[in-house]
Each structure stands twice: as C-alpha cells, then as structure tokens.
C-alpha cells in the first residue's frame, strides 16, 4: 500500500512526443555499422578499443597496487619522533635488566663479595627498591610538572647512578649507584605509558604503545651483545655501566624538543600550547573537538589535585594494580630465571647466548603486537596471550612430569620457553601497561599508574625472591603448574573485568566507565 501510494506521488516527467516510424527507421539505418563509410567505422573502432584499454587498466592489479600505495596511512607518523624520544627510557630500562646479567660474578670478586649469594642478590634487587621508590611518586611529579620536564629531572639519577656503578670500588658505591637508576626507572615505567597514551593519536594508541615493549627489548638485547666480551675480559662491566649513561644524555636532550601532553597542558590553563600540539600531532581538523572533549572532561572531574589515593581502590581505578598483580604471579621473571637451566639442558651452556635467545624471542612478539593491537584490540590480545601462556606452561609440566625420551623432555621444555615468552610479548606485556591508562580517568592517571608500577615492582621482588625456594619445595612441575593456572585466572579476569578501549578517545573511555559507574549505583 505505501509503494502504491509512494508511486502516485512521484512527479511526472515531461514526455517527448513520439517519433513517427519512418524517422526511427532513418535514424536506425545511421547508427547501423554496415552504412558507416570506412573511415567512420574506423574511428569507431579505434574508440572502443582506446575504452577497452582503458577499463582493463582499471581493472588491473597493478593499478590496485599503486592506489594503494598512493593512499598509504601516515598519520602516525608526526607523534612518531616524540614517541620514540620517550621509549628510549624503556631501552635504558632494558639495558639495566640485562647489564648485571654477566658481570655480576666479575664485579663480586673484584669488589671483595665472591660467593656471597646474598649480597650478590643484593646488588641485582636494589635496583627494585628504587623503582619501587621511583614508581609511588612519580604520579604526583607529573601531575605538577607534565611528563616533559619529568623526564628531564629522573635523567639526574639514571646517570649520575650508571657513573657512580662505573667507577665503583665498594660495596656500598655500587649499591648506591643501582639504587639511584632504579629510582629513575621507577619514574620513567610510569611516564613512558601515560605519555604515549595521551599524546598518540586514538587511531594508532596501540601501536605506538607498544614501543615501550620493543625499547625495552631492544635494551635487554643490546646489554646482552655489549656483555659478550665481558667473559673473557673481568674489567669489561665498567665500560658497559659506563656505556648505561648515553642514553641518559640522550633522553634529555630530545626531550627538549618533544612536545608535552595536550591533556596535561589543557588541565593546567595552557590552552593555546595545546592547540599548538594537537595541530602539530593530530592535524588541524581535530583541533576544536580535542579541546572541547578535555575541557569537559577536566569541568566535570575537576584536576588532579582534588584526587585522593583513596580513590584508587575504586572500580575501574583497581583493575590496574590486579592486572598487574596477574602479570607478576604468571610467572613471567621465573620463566626468564629458570630459561638458562633450560637451556642448559640441550647444550646452550652460556646464559648471555640463552638470554640472547629470549630477547630475541620477545623482540618478534612485540613487533607482532604492534600490528595486531589496533586491528584485534586490547582485550582479545590480552585473553589470547594469557591462555597460550597458560598452554605453554602446561607443556613444561607435561615434558617435565611424564615418562619421556630425554631429548623429547628437553626439547618440549624449550619449546614451551619460547612459547610462553612469545606469548607473553604478544600480550600481557605490552596490553598491560598501556590498558591501565586508557582505563584511568584524567585526574587520578598519574596516581593510579603510580600505584599500578609500584605493585608491579613488589611482585616481581617476592617471585625473584621465593622462585628458587618453592621450585626446591615443590618441584619445577608444581610451580609452573602453578603459572600455569594463574595465568587461566588472569585470563578469565581480563574477559570479564576489562572492557575494549581500541578506537576510542581517552575521554570517550572515561566518560563511557563513568556512566557505567553512575548506572550501578542508581
């Protein structure tokens, strides 16, 4: 009834009067090819094969190619140069993981300490004091003096730390020196992934965040090649503690010319400076979108100053701590720990080449995390890394609990270290420490990340601590089991406590958590 009615209403186009037949037929008798004199027909031809050609290089692959290439998406590339600044305090991160890999036995017997297992412990955890330090206030420095000067400040203790470690001739010197680069990287693991989240573009967050794992790869794995001569050679760990205060310089000085947080400078009054950054960084066309979203989101948050530590027991404020909590007790720094008796056991009797390995191993998962965190999102990542690590421990549980051929055991135990490592770079590595910001709101970031690094730091001392004791307890299948079904759980708490934050603005995010939040309480 209404396509009747819609077509009684449709207006009538003017016709034409009729052609009498003998004027068709005339005109028919034109437009035959047969009539056409040759020159005519010719040039016919010609036109259809020139539209021919024409629609066949439309068609062509070729052609598909280079307007794909012509249309290649670059619009990550202004915040590129700024991001990767800030990553370089993840390689220094790297560098120092691995820096006391090998020279830790030089360093014992020239300093007087050989054999000490304890202090030997000493010299390698302190270094997790001071992050811990480091982390707990580094959301307030932040909140006051912006992410960009912040840097510049924590680069004092990273290298006066690296040199005073370099020129060591004391227990108490290089304790000293450890504890004073862990405080500085204590305050860049915090800033490195609020800084990316809040000056990337919403369209390539992830992989740009993602260059905190890649720097800190790298790092692992440039102290690693960097400490090969320090086999042979006992005196090699100053020049590498040495070499640990370049990057230092280096992250000062480019901070001096990477652009501050938009958020942070819209929050403190800086309108115009942030108009500025967002032009430079996210174009011109998002602009005035960009500040009217801070703008409402800092009217009804209020600023940071008005946040309390409380507040970060809160939903969705608490889930950072927990997954970070999940992260540590998967038992990621045991599998690292454990990896070189693993090796070990088919052949690889170096640690620096085992390590190499491992670094290696982790460097691909983060590059593959890198591609596929803005294209499958935050959360399925995160469930699918925590489930293949949980799979993988099960394989060292299996290889190592059942009756099998010894080469089969060892290299089902390899396998299953590579597996989980990979795994874990895909996922719960790099996801975690960006997600948490996504998921905090503008005011308490600082603070809540703060929170989240300081746990981080805490687990993973008890881990480095009671591994080896619960490993001689209950054996090496028991405590990998035990990874193995914490990472299920962690898994399980991602599906069901996170939500998706890929394609979305952090203020969409905020403004979306918190209408979750009003919706439950009324």
């Not at 991001?83 to 993840?90: D, T």
């Not at 959360?379 to 010894?406: H, N, Q, T, W």
Request: glycine content about 10%; hydrophobic content about 45%.
């Amino acid at each position: 009834m209404w396509l009747a009615t819609a077509l009684l209403h449709q207006p009538v186009a003017p016709t034409r009067p009729a052609l009498s037949c003998p004027t068709r037929f005339a005109r028919s008798l034109r437009r035959s090819p047969f009539l056409r004199s040759p020159a005519a027909r010719k040039r016919r031809l010609t036109e259809l094969r020139i539209k021919k050609l024409d629609e066949d290089h439309e068609k062509s692959p070729f052609s598909s190619v280079e307007e794909e290439e012509s249309s290649v998406d670059l619009g990550w590339l202004p915040a590129f140069p700024h991001v990767s600044v800030a990553s370089m305090a993840n390689f220094l991160f790297g560098y120092h993981i691995g820096v006391m890999n090998g020279p830790i036995v030089s360093i014992a017997r020239e300093l007087g300490f050989e054999g000490n297992s304890i202090l030997e412990g000493l010299v390698v955890s302190i270094f997790i004091a001071g992050a811990f330090i480091g982390s707990i206030s580094s959301g307030p420095l932040a909140d006051k003096l912006g992410c960009r000067y912040t840097f510049q400040i924590v680069t004092v203790p990273l290298v006066l730390g690296a040199l005073l470690s370099a020129q060591a001739h004391s227990l108490d010197e290089i304790l000293c020196g450890r504890f004073l680069v862990g405080l500085g990287i204590g305050v860049n693991t915090v800033l490195v992934p609020i800084y990316i989240s809040e000056v990337a573009p919403t369209k390539y967050r992830g992989s740009l965040g993602t260059l905190c794992q890649i720097g800190t790869c790298i790092g692992i794995i440039v102290s690693l090649l960097l400490g090969i001569p320090a086999e042979d050679d006992p005196n090699w760990w100053r020049t590498m503690l040495y070499v640990a205060s370049m990057p230092g310089f280096l992250l000062a000085l480019g901070m001096q010319f990477a652009v501050e947080s938009p958020r942070w400078l819209c929050k403190v009054g800086r309108l115009n400076d942030a108009k500025s950054v967002i032009k430079d960084i996210w174009g011109e066309s998002e602009v005035s979108k960009a500040v009217e979203d801070f703008q409402s989101v800092i009217k009804n948050d209020g600023t940071d100053l008005d946040s309390g530590w409380s507040e970060l027991l809160d939903k969705p404020h608490s889930r950072g701590g927990a997954l970070f909590l999940l992260q540590q007790f998967a038992g990621i720094n045991g599998v690292l720990y454990f990896s070189s008796l693993t090796f070990r056991d088919v052949g690889i009797t170096s640690s620096a080449l085992a390590s190499l390995y491992v670094g290696l191993t982790n460097f691909a998962g983060a590059l593959c995390a890198s591609y596929l965190i803005d294209k499958e999102g935050r959360k399925k990542l995160l469930i699918g890394s925590y489930v293949g690590m949980a799979a993988s421990m099960f394989l060292i549980v299996y290889s190592v609990g059942f009756p099998l051929d010894e080469d089969l055991s060892h290299n089902l135990s390899i396998l299953g270290t590579f597996m989980y490592i990979f795994t874990f770079a895909v996922g719960a590595g790099p996801v975690t420490g960006l997600i948490i910001p996504e998921l905090s709101s503008n005011r308490t970031r600082g603070k809540i990340m703060g929170f989240s690094f300081s746990v981080h730091w805490v687990c993973n001392f008890l881990v480095g601590l009671f591994f080896l004791d619960m490993v001689e307890k209950f054996g090496i299948g028991s405590v990998y089991a035990g990874f193995g079904i914490v990472s299920l759980l962690a898994a399980a708490f991602a599906y069901y406590f996170t939500v998706e934050t890929k394609g979305r603005s952090l203020e969409e995010i905020e403004v979306s958590l918190s209408s979750d939040i009003s919706s439950v309480g009324d």
